[in-house]
């Protein structure tokens, strides 16, 4: 997964200029998902998925929400309200902060899944992988 430019800048003035966070207060982390790569430049909104009742997953910031260290992954379901209208074809996840559109990781998925009138999309236990390189 990709950090975005804005959350590398952000890491940077931590490490160099002992800057906080801007997301240091943040108890939730959310997930986004996408019809198209929102891209280094882009926020969570950016090809943000639209079909009816979408919204994004808040999951805690916290060893209930996350597991792991290198990758960290996801410890419980992560589930999508289910379309109750319109089509989309999701391609890529992001997560952001709870309450902010600057996002932390992006990435593709391993494939597309087509989302259109009942299809509630889901990531298992474990499916939404993060690794530092």
């Known amino acids: 997964m990709s950090k975005s430019n804005a959350t590398e800048t952000d890491l940077?003035?931590?490490?160099?200029?002992?800057?906080?966070?801007?997301?240091?207060?943040a108890a939730n982390l959310e997930v986004h998902l996408h019809t198209a790569d929102?891209?280094?430049?882009?926020?969570?909104?950016?090809?943000?998925?639209?079909?009816?009742?979408?919204?994004?997953?808040?999951?805690?910031?916290s060893g209930a929400g996350w597991t792991g260290?290198?990758?960290?992954?996801?410890a419980a379901l992560v589930q999508f309200p289910q379309c109750t209208?319109?089509?989309?074809?999701?391609?890529?996840?992001?997560?952001t902060p709870a309450g902010s559109t600057q996002i932390l990781y992006s990435g593709?998925?391993?494939?597309?899944l087509t989302v259109s009138n009942l299809i509630q999309p889901q990531f298992a236990i474990g499916a939404l992988q993060i690794t530092e390189d």
């Open 12 to 25: 940077l003035a931590k490490i160099f200029k002992a800057t906080a966070l801007p997301w240091d207060a």
């Open 38 to 61: 929102p891209g280094e430049a882009g926020n969570s909104t950016t090809n943000e998925a639209t079909y009816t009742s979408y919204a994004a997953v808040s999951v805690a910031r």
């Open 69 to 74: 260290t290198n990758p960290v992954q996801n």
């Open 85 to 95: 209208g319109g089509t989309n074809v999701i391609t890529h996840v992001s997560i």
């Open 108 to 112: 593709a998925l391993a494939s597309a």
